[in-house]
T-cell receptor, first 116, second 114 residues
Framework: KAGVTQTPRYLIKTRGQQVTLSCSPISGHRSVSWYQQTPGQGLQFLFEYFSETQRNKGNFPGRFSGRQFSNSRSEMNVSTLELGDSALYLC???????????????FGPGTRLLVL | GNSVTQMEGPVTLSEEAFLTINCTYTATGYPSLFWYVQYPGEGLQLLLKATKADDKGSNKGFEATYRKETTSFHLEKGSVQVSDSAVYFCALTSSQGGSEKLVFGKGMKLTVNP
């Protein structure tokens, strides 16, 4: 069974630009969550999508947004990039459609974003 | 709110040494508890989990027991290997309106020398 995939793996942008990151969950998983990992702040929750709806949101500015498609794939977008947005962005999927579901989140390899 | 406190390290051990990484939590309700591991340049891998009090999670020689009375989920391994060198994160689930997010500790970097 294929794991969570994220594209691109690496990205370099300049301040003021915008960026879109993509995440494909494990087949059958309906929930996709995004996390930001930085050396200073550690791992922080961005938002979670389930059945194309945002169910939960962390404490990030409105420049951070996301969406989920009918096939459960998700994208996150960061507009007007700032130097502090440089981070590893991790996507996780959960919520098997099998009976009983599955709350455990399985992570992708991440997208490393560098803002210059 | 819910939070996780864990040893931050870094810690350096010799191969075959005993490993303990302390993790305590603050939470309302009954969260599930997890240990994730991150190898250099990679994402997070689930190491083990426990969903209720007194449950023991185990995997690859690592063990952790969900202790409600002490609000702890300490990670242990009897004999570490060089390949265990990684960053270890303790985490819990925090529920809100049917959605569950992970709340992480700050992570502990472990280096195992041969």
């Amino acid at each position: 069974k294929a794991g969570v995939t994220q594209t691109p793996r690496y990205l370099i942008k300049t301040r003021g630009q915008q960026v879109t990151l993509s995440c494909s969950p494990i087949s059958g998983h309906r929930s996709v969550s995004w996390y930001q990992q930085t050396p200073g702040q550690g791992l922080q929750f961005l938002f979670e999508y389930f059945s194309e709806t945002q169910r939960n949101k962390g404490n990030f500015p409105g420049r951070f947004s996301g969406r989920q498609f009918s096939n459960s794939r998700s994208e996150m977008n960061v507009s007007t990039l700032e130097l502090g947005d440089s981070a590893l962005y991790l996507c996780a999927s959960s919520g098997s459609i099998l009976a009983g579901g599955e709350e455990t989140q399985y992570f992708g390899p991440g997208t490393r974003l560098l803002v210059l | 709110g819910n939070s996780v406190t864990q040893m931050e390290g870094p810690v350096t051990l010799s191969e075959e040494a005993f490993l303990t990484i302390n993790c305590t939590y603050t939470a309302t309700g009954y969260p599930s508890l997890f240990w994730y591991v991150q190898y250099p340049g990679e994402g997070l891998q689930l190491l083990l989990k426990a969903t209720k009090a007194d449950d023991k999670g185990s995997n690859k020689g690592f063990e952790a027991t969900y202790r409600k009375e002490t609000t702890s989920f300490h990670l242990e391994k009897g004999s570490v290997q060089v390949s265990d060198s990684a960053v270890y994160f303790c985490a819990l689930t925090s529920s809100q309106g049917g959605s569950e997010k992970l709340v992480f500790g700050k992570g502990m970097k472990l280096t195992v020398n041969p």
